[in-house]
Structure formats: structure tokens, C-alpha cells
């Protein structure tokens, strides 16, 4: 059984390039347009990894990791964030919020499948 990512994006584009790149990986992939289209999604599901841009609308990235590991069920899920924010004080903000990896756009699709192949739960 392949293991589920979530992906969230408020860009259409990004999310079809990250979904692509993950499914000829083997993952299967949830979409989410923002924070609380997201958090609607994690509805018991087993989600293995999420991938997450910083700036969207509704619910930004870091708002939506810190909700994120408000659930039992999710609390542990690994998180990427996903951004054209290359900044130290978000990035540390990212991290203290519990993001596990920091990828800028525009990435290298492998660069973010390394991460995902070290990162997510068995």
C-alpha cells in the first residue's frame, strides 16, 4: 500500500508539480488549497507526510503546523515546509512551530523527494 502526503498549496501549479513528482514516486497525494482546507482533510486518514507552503490565505503554514500538532493523531505526522520564504527568522520560526525540513521554491523535484524518502513515517 503507498503511503499518503498531504499537500498544501494555495498555488494550483506547485501543487500539480509536487503531486506529479510524488506519484511517479509511489506516494498517493491529498490536496489542500490552505491551512484550514487542510486541517479539514486530516479527518482520521493515515497521513504519512505533509508538505506545506508558508504564505497562503485563511490559514498561513506556520499557523497550520502549529494546529497541526495540536491533533493526537497527526501530532507526530513529519511536516516540510515548502516556500519562497529563504528568511533565518521564519525558517527558525518554521522549525520551532515543529517543521522537520525547510525547502525554498523553486526547488529541485528531487531535492524534495531526498526529504520526503528521509523524513516520512514508515
Known amino acids: 500500500m503507498s503511503k499518503t502526503i498531504l499537500i498544501v498549496d494555495d498555488s494550483a501549479s506547485i501543487r500539480q508539480v509536487v503531486g506529479i513528482s510524488l506519484k511517479s514516486a509511489g506516494y498517493s497525494v491529498v490536496e489542500a488549497v490552505d491551512g484550514k482546507d487542510a486541517l479539514s482533510k486530516l479527518d482520521g486518514r493515515k497521513v504519512h507526510l505533509m508538505i506545506s507552503d508558508v504564505n497562503m490565505p485563511n490559514m498561513d503554514g506556520i499557523s497550520f503546523l502549529k494546529a497541526v500538532k ?3 493523531a497527526y501530532k507526530f505526522t513529519p511536516v516540510i515546509m515548502l516556500t519562497t520564504e ?16 525547510w525547502i525554498v521554491k523553486p526547488f529541485q523535484p528531487a531535492q524534495m523527494l531526498n526529504a520526503v524518502s528521509k523524513l516520512i513515517l514508515p
Request: aromatic share 0%.
Open 86 to 101: 529563504a528568511g533565518e527568522a521564519r525558517k527558525q520560526e518554521g522549525q520551532a512551530a515543529g517543521a522537520r525540513a
Open 70 to 72: 495540536q491533533l493526537p
